[in-house]
């Protein structure tokens, strides 16, 4: 995901986010040295977490190279003693790999099929989607990630899809992932979604690290009343660790350390399913999305547990 024009947060709406009902107690930063905020995020961590979006990519790697699983099962044990769920973002070039050993490891699977506007490329997807499903690899089926986000297919296309794995696979949740607004914006798909399945960034609308928790709840209850009764999802959300700015929004160690805190700890104490991204820092995603792209893991590019040296 990225800055969008149109959506991003204002200060003149801060008192909304102060007045919020709140339920749970945001740590205040100025109260920890970096070694008590790090001992602290390592002990959140440690309680361990809902779901977490897999990084599949490591060093010179990027969509559309092949990946084995070998390396995908080296992850997945990096990740097993700290997560229930693990989401998926594709069913072709190896990706397909991360919801069998997932299931393997008796971790549950989001699995998602990657649209684009490659026609061709969509139908591998949506196939490799049902067969795993078919496999019991899947326990949500995410039909799509940010499609209309990014205007690659019509909303008609979209439904088609969603519909064609819902007939396919009847007995099992079939959603579509996507900014939180669009499902206020685009009642059709909201409507053939079994589970809204949203993504909530405070960093891409430029909040300041001040207001991200109470914003990023905002988003999710906007999710949550557009979906009108139906079981939603956090699929996406975190902040990063360094690569600059948006707005009021900064990158660095201690506004990501906090972010986790918060959001984990409101996770566990109101019973919200949350997928916390990501698992890994990936070079890759300087190009998409700036310097800023590559630093969202809870590990880094290395593998290595951030925060704690």
Same mark, same amino acid.
Request: glycine share 8%; charged share 25%.
């Given at each position: 995901? &990225?800055?969008?024009?149109?959506?991003?947060?204002?200060?003149?709406? /801060?008192?909304?986010?102060?007045?919020?009902?709140? $339920? *749970?107690?945001?740590?205040?930063?100025?109260?920890?040295?970096? !070694?008590? +905020?790090?001992?602290?995020?390592?002990?959140?961590?440690?309680?361990?977490?809902?779901?977490? =979006?897999?990084?599949?990519?490591?060093?010179?790697?990027?969509?559309?190279? #092949? #990946?084995?699983?070998?390396?995908?099962?080296?992850?997945?044990?990096?990740?097993?003693?700290? %997560? /229930?769920?693990?989401?998926?973002?594709? =069913?072709?070039?190896?990706?397909?790999?991360?919801?069998?050993?997932?299931?393997?490891?008796?971790?549950?699977?989001?699995?998602?099929?990657? +649209?684009? $506007?490659?026609?061709?490329?969509?139908?591998?997807?949506?196939?490799?989607? #049902?067969?795993?499903?078919?496999?019991? =690899?899947?326990?949500?089926?995410?039909?799509?990630?940010?499609?209309?986000?990014?205007?690659?297919?019509?909303?008609?296309? +979209?439904?088609?899809?969603?519909?064609?794995?819902? !007939?396919?696979?009847?007995?099992?949740?079939?959603?579509?992932?996507?900014?939180?607004?669009?499902?206020?914006?685009?009642?059709?798909?909201?409507?053939?979604?079994?589970?809204?399945?949203?993504? =909530?960034?405070?960093?891409?609308?430029?909040?300041? #690290?001040?207001?991200?928790?109470? *914003?990023?709840?905002?988003?999710?209850?906007?999710?949550?009343?557009?979906? $009108?009764?139906?079981?939603?999802?956090? %699929?996406? %959300?975190?902040?990063?660790?360094?690569?600059?700015?948006?707005?009021?929004?900064?990158?660095?160690?201690?506004?990501?350390?906090?972010?986790?805190?918060?959001?984990? $700890?409101?996770?566990?104490?109101?019973?919200?399913?949350?997928?916390?991204?990501? &698992?890994?820092?990936?070079?890759?995603?300087?190009?998409?999305?700036?310097?800023?792209?590559?630093?969202?893991?809870?590990?880094?590019? !290395?593998?290595?547990?951030?925060?704690?040296?």
């Amino acid at each position: 995901m &990225s800055f969008r024009e149109g959506h991003f947060f204002s200060l003149n709406e /801060k008192e909304q986010y102060y007045a919020a009902d709140n $339920n *749970h107690q945001e740590i205040q930063l100025e109260a920890y040295s970096q !070694e008590d +905020l790090s001992k602290l995020w390592l002990k959140t961590l440690e309680k361990g977490m809902h779901g977490i =979006c897999f990084s599949m990519y490591e060093k010179d790697q990027k969509p559309g190279d #092949i #990946i084995y699983g070998e390396q995908v099962n080296r992850r997945i044990q990096i990740l097993k003693p700290f %997560t /229930k769920w693990v989401r998926s973002f594709s =069913c072709i070039e190896g990706n397909e790999h991360v919801p069998r050993i997932a299931h393997e490891n008796g971790m549950k699977t989001l699995v998602g099929a990657w +649209l684009g $506007n490659d026609l061709e490329l969509n139908e591998k997807e949506i196939e490799g989607l #049902i067969t795993l499903a078919k496999e019991g =690899c899947v326990d949500i089926a995410a039909v799509g990630n940010e499609v209309m986000y990014r205007n690659d297919l019509t909303e008609d296309q +979209l439904l088609d899809y969603i519909k064609r794995v819902k !007939e396919a696979i009847p007995h099992i949740p079939v959603g579509y992932v996507d900014a939180y607004y669009e499902f206020s914006h685009r009642p059709r798909i909201t409507e053939a979604c079994d589970v809204i399945l949203t993504n =909530c960034y405070p960093y891409w609308e430029g909040c300041p #690290i001040e207001y991200a928790f109470q *914003h990023m709840k905002s988003m999710f209850e906007s999710a949550k009343q557009a979906g $009108n009764g139906k079981r939603v999802i956090i %699929t996406e %959300t975190g902040w990063p660790s360094e690569g600059g700015s948006l707005k009021g929004a900064f990158a660095s160690p201690q506004n990501a350390m906090k972010y986790f805190i918060d959001a984990q $700890n409101w996770s566990k104490e109101n019973g919200i399913e949350m997928f916390y991204f990501s &698992s890994f820092d990936e070079a890759w995603k300087v190009g998409p999305e700036g310097a800023v792209g590559a630093y969202w893991g809870l590990w880094d590019k !290395e593998e290595a547990l951030k925060y704690q040296k």
